[in-house]
């Protein structure tokens, strides 16, 4: 069974870090694309960073850059995103996704997020 399953959310205060982990079961990560989004309350789904599966050549949108960082860990079949200097409009639901076409708004395979929340 194909399953995505994204960790390490939580409760922060701005200008923590938290890094989140998309684990993977019933295919290889390495041979897809991974893109990482989020959704706000009462906000669109937001695509945040992509990592290729051919040479790794990583994506991120303006909102993040800078700030935020996707890797892979193929050993562990395990998509990272590091977000630092986070803040309060960084609080959403986090989802990976995966597709072995490219990142875009209707990836084939997709997580059932995680929740962070930067607060003070």
């Known amino acids: 069974q194909v399953q995505l399953v994204e960790s390490g959310g939580g409760l922060v205060q701005p200008g923590e870090s938290l890094r989140l982990s998309c684990a993977a079961s019933g295919f290889t990560l390495d041979y897809y694309h991974i893109g990482w989004f989020r959704q706000a309350p009462g906000k669109e789904r937001e695509g945040l960073s992509c990592?290729?599966?051919?040479?790794?050549?990583?994506y991120y949108a303006g909102s993040v850059k800078g700030r935020f960082t996707i890797s892979r860990d193929n050993a562990k079949n395990t998509v990272h995103l590091q977000m630092n200097t986070l803040k309060p409009d960084d609080t959403a639901v986090y989802y990976c996704?995966?597709?072995?076409?490219?990142?875009?708004?209707?990836?084939?395979?997709w997580g059932k997020g995680t929740l962070v929340t930067v607060s003070s």
């Open positions: 990592i290729s599966l051919s040479d790794g050549s990583t």
């Open positions: 996704a995966a597709d072995q076409r490219g990142c875009h708004r209707e990836m084939n395979y």
